[in-house]
């Protein structure tokens, strides 16, 4: 009956659904429904399509759309782009950094959805008493949730576990990027998902949870609309809990996914997602769509500029408790960017940083790192914490477009935001691209090395290059971006080094290179002090010699030599009686006196 879909597939979808959602008779007469005149997998899953519209329960509604996609994907076999698009994701998400990031990720979502809730109980107080409307938030919401996503745990953690050992329980985001019952067949096809099962596992033990929280939050509520109390209060939550009426399992399945950015897409994003299923192609550089549209849908929803998006504008309209909501995520956003902008004022939180090469690499010689905490005299980086990045990125990125004045201070300031977005690890392959479209001349070689070495090296390999070898490489071509991820080979290419020759490397041991947290220490000695003050940078030499361009090797050598040459003699010059009386002026063009001559001495010899 189901043609290329094997009856194993079938029963085994059918044994896991009804034990995690307790509606064996709704799905069995969904099933039974195959017995009468269905031809083919393609018919199967749209009777199965069809019958998700009809049901009223949520869960079974997902869980039979589920079932249809792997009907609907089995109705043809995975083809070479099928495959090399489930080799090049999964390996993307091979290193601890990927399930270190989605762990951080579904954690601050699902923090701060607690004070959203107080805030939205008292904001819906006043628009119960300027509308003389009954309330629809209460302060108990939070706390009711807080308890519930806490008894969810142990479910969560069950689920978790279901999600690492069986492919067929996806409770998470894969389903954007695997094709459906696996592209690679056989064990080395189960080895090569393995990043997929354990990014499931995490997604389902915090949706679950969530999804308790949200259950108990939404019974607590119905209670107190009751007029219940006390101890009838406690037990009508629980049996409510215990067998949910089908609005409220809705409401709880869609908050669980809403904190782990799940969210079915809608509109123009739904169109796009289509077309990215329908193209397996371009997964190969968009192999997530879903998970960053919502995160940036999540943090747009936390600034001004919701009113931009049309679910706000419909919940602002509906009014009530769902007006309380969009208005509480507003409120805590925007305290949240206010705060963090505070910090970025007092130099505590880092951006981007200059555009300027010279300036740049001033920064990183005293230990400064882009996107990073400072505390103490440690910058610890903050990348890849979504969407708590979001945040902290744009504070930072605004200050630094306003401290130096300019007409087109506000155009800065939103290009740094666009561009904190695009340089988010899972959507590096994204930006690249753009990269490489907007300047094919500057970026294309970039955009194919990364991609094909992608596509080639697991970031666990990677992961473990960087382990033994903590100097950052500038590898050029395809084929030193290979070796530049693997471990040992890295070795064969050159460093990347700053004005002064000295070669960038990552600090600590192999325990603090383990750490998935890049941490630097800031820096000083008299040379970097002195140009400090003076407010002066040092740029790069030429890679031009006697009218003829250096070779990579020989400009390595010269920017080497010459650098430490350099910072030798700025050293001794400054410490001498006749620098440290003379005028900034002066100093200047000691300093410039002093690269001139060295570099044009270390370019002869």
Same mark, same amino acid.
């Given at each position: 009956?189901?043609?290329?879909?094997?009856?194993?597939?079938?029963?085994?979808?059918?044994?896991?659904?009804?034990?995690?959602?307790?509606?064996?008779?709704?799905?069995?007469?969904?099933?039974?429904?195959?017995?009468?005149?269905?031809?083919?997998?393609?018919?199967?899953?749209?009777?199965?399509?069809?019958?998700?519209?009809?049901?009223?329960?949520?869960?079974?509604?997902?869980?039979?759309?589920?079932?249809?996609?792997?009907?609907?994907?089995?109705?043809?076999?995975?083809?070479?782009?099928?495959?090399?698009?489930?080799?090049?994701?999964?390996?993307?998400?091979?290193?601890?950094?990927?399930?270190?990031?989605?762990?951080?990720?579904?954690?601050?979502?699902?923090?701060?959805?607690?004070?959203?809730? +107080?805030?939205?109980?008292?904001?819906?107080?006043?628009?119960?008493?300027?509308?003389? %409307?009954?309330?629809?938030?209460?302060?108990?919401?939070?706390?009711?949730?807080?308890?519930?996503?806490?008894?969810?745990?142990?479910?969560? $953690?069950?689920?978790?576990?279901?999600?690492?050992?069986?492919?067929?329980?996806?409770?998470?985001?894969?389903?954007?990027?695997?094709?459906?019952?696996?592209?690679?067949?056989?064990?080395?096809?189960?080895?090569?998902?393995?990043?997929?099962?354990?990014?499931?596992?995490?997604?389902? /033990?915090?949706?679950?949870?969530?999804?308790?929280?949200?259950?108990?939050?939404?019974?607590?509520?119905? $209670?107190?609309?009751?007029?219940?109390?006390?101890?009838?209060?406690?037990?009508?939550?629980?049996?409510?809990?215990?067998?949910?009426?089908?609005?409220?399992?809705?409401?709880?399945?869609?908050?669980?996914?809403?904190?782990?950015?799940?969210?079915?897409?809608?509109?123009?994003?739904?169109?796009?997602?289509?077309?990215?299923?329908?193209?397996?192609?371009?997964?190969?550089?968009?192999?997530?769509? *879903?998970?960053?549209?919502?995160? +940036?849908?999540?943090?747009?929803?936390? %600034?001004?500029?919701?009113?931009?998006?049309?679910?706000?504008?419909?919940?602002?309209?509906?009014?009530?408790?769902?007006?309380?909501?969009?208005?509480?995520?507003?409120?805590?956003?925007?305290?949240?960017?206010?705060? /963090? %902008?505070?910090?970025?004022?007092?130099?505590?939180?880092?951006?981007?940083?200059?555009?300027?090469?010279?300036?740049?690499?001033?920064?990183?010689?005293?230990?400064?790192?882009?996107?990073?905490?400072?505390?103490?005299?440690?910058?610890?980086?903050?990348?890849?914490?979504?969407?708590?990045?979001?945040?902290?990125?744009?504070?930072?990125?605004?200050?630094?477009?306003?401290?130096?004045?300019?007409?087109?201070?506000?155009?800065?300031?939103?290009?740094?935001?666009?561009?904190?977005?695009?340089?988010?690890? +899972?959507?590096?392959?994204?930006?690249?691209?753009?990269?490489?479209?907007?300047?094919?001349?500057?970026?294309?070689?970039? +955009?194919?090395?990364?991609?094909?070495?992608?596509?080639?090296?697991?970031?666990?390999?990677?992961? $473990?290059?960087?382990?033994?070898?903590?100097?950052?490489?500038?590898?050029?071509?395809?084929?030193? %971006?290979?070796?530049?991820?693997?471990?040992?080979?890295?070795?064969?290419?050159?460093?990347?080094?700053?004005?002064?020759?000295?070669?960038?490397?990552?600090?600590?041991?192999?325990?603090?290179?383990?750490?998935?947290?890049?941490?630097?220490?800031?820096?000083?000695?008299?040379?970097?002090?002195?140009?400090?003050?003076?407010?002066?940078?040092?740029?790069?030499?030429?890679?031009? $010699?006697?009218?003829?361009?250096?070779?990579?090797?020989?400009?390595?050598?010269?920017?080497?030599?010459?650098?430490?040459?350099?910072?030798?003699?700025?050293?001794?010059?400054? *410490?001498?009686?006749?620098?440290?009386?003379?005028?900034?002026?002066?100093?200047?063009?000691?300093?410039?006196?002093?690269?001139?001559?060295?570099?044009?001495?270390?370019?002869?010899?």
């Amino acid at each position: 009956i189901l043609n290329a879909v094997t009856k194993e597939e079938v029963v085994e979808q059918t044994k896991v659904l009804p034990q995690v959602l307790g509606v064996r008779k709704e799905i069995g007469l969904a099933l039974t429904s195959f017995k009468k005149g269905v031809r083919g997998s393609k018919e199967a899953a749209q009777k199965l399509f069809k019958q998700a519209e009809e049901t009223t329960n949520p869960i079974v509604k997902e869980n039979l759309k589920s079932l249809g996609r792997v009907l609907e994907g089995a109705e043809r076999d995975p083809t070479l782009i099928d495959k090399l698009v489930e080799w090049a994701t999964a390996i993307k998400l091979s290193s601890p950094l990927t399930q270190f990031r989605n762990i951080s990720g579904n954690t601050f979502s699902t923090v701060l959805k607690v004070p959203e809730r +107080f805030v939205s109980a008292g904001l819906d107080s006043l628009r119960a008493i300027i509308t003389g %409307t009954g309330k629809e938030r209460f302060a108990k919401d939070a706390l009711a949730d807080t308890i519930g996503t806490l008894e969810g745990l142990k479910e969560g $953690a069950a689920n978790a576990v279901k999600a690492l050992k069986d492919e067929s329980f996806q409770m998470g985001r894969i389903e954007e990027a695997a094709f459906p019952g696996g592209a690679i067949g056989g064990k080395f096809g189960k080895v090569v998902r393995a990043p997929f099962r354990l990014l499931s596992a995490v997604d389902a /033990f915090f949706q679950t949870a969530n999804q308790r929280g949200a259950l108990k939050m939404a019974a607590t509520r119905q $209670a107190i609309e009751e007029g219940l109390s006390g101890e009838a209060m406690v037990q009508r939550i629980s049996e409510l809990v215990e067998s949910p009426p089908a609005k409220l399992l809705e409401q709880a399945v869609e908050e669980g996914k809403r904190i782990v950015f799940r969210e079915d897409l809608k509109g123009t994003l739904e169109s796009l997602d289509r077309i990215r299923h329908e193209q397996p192609y371009i997964k190969l550089i968009i192999p997530f769509f *879903k998970t960053p549209a919502n995160i +940036f849908k999540a943090f747009i929803q936390r %600034t001004p500029l919701t009113f931009a998006l049309p679910s706000t504008l419909q919940a602002l309209k509906t009014g009530g408790g769902e007006a309380s909501d969009v208005m509480s995520r507003l409120v805590v956003g925007s305290t949240v960017l206010a705060s /963090f %902008t505070a910090l970025a004022l007092e130099g505590r939180i880092t951006g981007r940083g200059p555009e300027n090469k010279a300036k740049r690499d001033a920064l990183y010689r005293q230990g400064w790192q882009p996107y990073s905490l400072k505390i103490g005299d440690n910058y610890i980086s903050y990348r890849g914490l979504e969407p708590l990045t979001a945040y902290l990125g744009l504070s930072a990125d605004i200050v630094e477009a306003f401290e130096e004045p300019s007409q087109d201070a506000i155009l800065k300031a939103l290009g740094a935001a666009a561009g904190d977005f695009l340089d988010q690890p +899972f959507l590096t392959g994204i930006s690249d691209f753009f990269d490489m479209m907007t300047n094919p001349e500057r970026h294309a070689e970039k +955009f194919f090395s990364n991609f094909l070495s992608g596509a080639v090296i697991p970031t666990g390999v990677s992961y $473990a290059s960087r382990l033994i070898d903590p100097t950052f490489r500038h590898p050029k071509g395809v084929l030193q %971006t290979m070796e530049s991820r693997i471990p040992f080979m890295s070795q064969r290419v050159l460093p990347i080094r700053n004005a002064f020759g000295e070669t960038a490397r990552r600090e600590g041991g192999i325990l603090q290179r383990f750490s998935p947290v890049s941490i630097t220490t800031a820096k000083s000695d008299l040379v970097e002090n002195e140009l400090g003050i003076l407010d002066k940078t040092i740029g790069f030499p030429s890679k031009q $010699a006697f009218g003829e361009s250096l070779s990579e090797e020989e400009y390595d050598t010269m920017l080497r030599v010459s650098g430490r040459v350099t910072k030798d003699v700025l050293f001794e010059v400054m *410490k001498t009686g006749g620098y440290q009386g003379a005028s900034r002026d002066s100093k200047i063009k000691i300093i410039d006196k002093v690269v001139r001559e060295v570099r044009e001495n270390v370019r002869n010899q």
